[in-house]
C-alpha cells in the first residue's frame, strides 16, 4: 500500500477541512515548503497537493507556491484544485507536476478532459467526489445528480486510467474510509482506484489494501501521527 500524504493548502497555509466544509478549516503542520521536507524525510513517495481556493474560484490560485514545491521536491507530486482548462494543464506539467487531478471540469466540460486526456494522458487523474453516491464540485460544494459509479464507468470509457475517489462524509473525521464505496467503485471499473477520506490508522489501510486498491490519500491522521509513512 502506497500512502499519499495530503497537503491542503488555502492561502498559502497547509490545512484540513472537515466533511469539506470550508467554515470548518483548521490549519495544520508546518509551512508548505517544511512539510514537504518532512513527508520526504518520513518516506513519501509520492504527495498530493491541493488548491483549495483554487476548486473555489476555478483557477490556480496557488501555482506559484506548488511550482515552488515542485522544484524543491525529490518524489513526484500529485496536484488537485482549480483545474479547469488546458493552460492549467500545461502550466502544472511544465512546472513539474507529476499527476494532475481534475475534478469539477471532468464533470461540466467533457471536451476539456478529453482534450487533456489527448495531450498529456500519463499526467491525467479524475477525481469522484461524492456525498450520498452523488458527485460533488466546486470544492466539493456544489452537488449535481451523477451517480458516482455511472460517472466513474464514464470516465473509463473516455480513456482515464485513474481515479481518486473521496467519500465528502469521511473526509477529515477519522472516523474511517468508506469501505463498501469503494469496492464497488473498484470493481465496477477497470481504472486503478486511489483511496481518499476517514483514513485514520494502519488497520484501515489494511482494510483499503484488502479490497485490492494500491494508494491511499491520508490526511488528518498523517498529522495526528495515527499512521506512519514508514512501518516501524
Not at 7 to 13: Q, T
Not at 27 to 47: N, R
Not at 55 to 75: D, M, N
Not at 89 to 107: H, L, M, N, Q, S
Amino acid at each position: 500500500m502506497k500512502i499519499l500524504p495530503a497537503m491542503d493548502l488555502i492561502d498559502g497555509k497547509c490545512v484540513r477541512l472537515y466533511q469539506g466544509d470550508f467554515n470548518k478549516t483548521t490549519q495544520v503542520g508546518s509551512d508548505p515548503e517544511s512539510q514537504l521536507q518532512t513527508f520526504i524525510e518520513d518516506g513519501a513517495e509520492i504527495i498530493h497537493i491541493v488548491d483549495l481556493d483554487g476548486a473555489r474560484s476555478g483557477k490556480p490560485e496557488q501555482l506559484e507556491l506548488i511550482s515552488k514545491l515542485c522544484a524543491k521536491s525529490t518524489v513526484p507530486i500529485q496536484v488537485g484544485g482549480g483545474i479547469r482548462n488546458l493552460e492549467t494543464v500545461k502550466a502544472y506539467v511544465e512546472a513539474g507536476v507529476d499527476r494532475i487531478v481534475i475534478g469539477t471540469a471532468a464533470v461540466h466540460d467533457e471536451n476539456f478532459l478529453k482534450e487533456a486526456l489527448k495531450d498529456y494522458q500519463k499526467h491525467i487523474v479524475v477525481g469522484i467526489d461524492a456525498r450520498d453516491e452523488k458527485v460533488a464540485v466546486a470544492g466539493w460544494e456544489t452537488e449535481t445528480e451523477a451517480d458516482y459509479i455511472e460517472f466513474a464507468k464514464k470516465m473509463e470509457t473516455l480513456g482515464v486510467e485513474t481515479i481518486v475517489f473521496t467519500d465528502i462524509s469521511k473526509d477529515g473525521t477519522m472516523q474511517g474510509p468508506n469501505l463498501d464505496q469503494l469496492r464497488k467503485i473498484n470493481d465496477a471499473v477497470n481504472c486503478k482506484i486511489v483511496a481518499s477520506g476517514g483514513i485514520r490508522n494502519q488497520a484501515d489501510l489494511d482494510a483499503v489494501a484488502a479490497l485490492g486498491l494500491e494508494e491511499a490519500i491520508v490526511g488528518k491522521a498523517m498529522y495526528e501521527g495515527t499512521v506512519k509513512l514508514r512501518r516501524s
